[in-house]
């Protein structure tokens, strides 16, 4: 598959991909609105990974570990209310999201420390408090990529 987000995940070390079942993508189109970019939903219509796969700081997931990343665990279920998509995340837990919203998909780094709570978002270093907004989750959110592509060509020069 000539895909620069499949070579990039196929390059990791220790990565197994499959054929994602009919059910496991028609989760994935329900959680995100049907809204994904061609260039991932190019590689998760033909081939998943088998588990996670980790690369530099990041985790890139499987289907049902997105599912569950948007849906059970924080902040990906507090945030995906607002179109922010989870598909990976650092080490620490916090969530690396496209924004569905934006025709770009421009792609945050989301702390599950500041947006742990559905009312209001704590921002501890200042003690600032804000109302748990789209706006303002991407206020304290670090912009990683002005797109899902440029995100790719990122990862793949090692630049992230």
């Not at 895909?3 to 959680?31: A, M, V």
């Not at 990906?76 to 598909?87: K, M, R, V, Y």
């Not at 947006?115 to 109302?131: A, G, Q, S, V």
Request: charged share 25%; aromatic share 14%.
């Amino acid at each position: 598959m000539n895909n620069q987000f499949y070579r990039f995940l196929s390059s990791l070390e220790d990565i197994s991909f499959r054929k994602p079942t009919d059910d496991e993508l028609e989760k994935l189109q329900e959680i995100s609105s049907g809204k994904l970019p061609e260039l991932f939903m190019e590689v998760y219509r033909t081939a998943i990974p088998e588990e996670d796969a980790e690369s530099g700081d990041f985790v890139f997931y499987g289907i049902e570990r997105m599912q569950a990343e948007n849906t059970d665990y924080i902040p990906g279920a507090n945030i995906l209310p607002f179109g922010l998509f989870t598909f990976a995340s650092t080490f620490i837990g916090d969530a690396v999201c496209m924004d569905l919203n934006d025709p770009q998909f421009s792609v945050y780094l989301c702390s599950h420390e500041f947006l742990c709570d559905e009312e209001e978002i704590c921002c501890e270093e200042n003690m600032e408090h804000l109302p748990f907004t789209y706006e303002n989750v991407l206020k304290v959110s670090h912009k990683l990529a002005d797109s899902f592509a440029e995100f790719v060509k990122l990862l793949a020069a090692g630049e992230l």
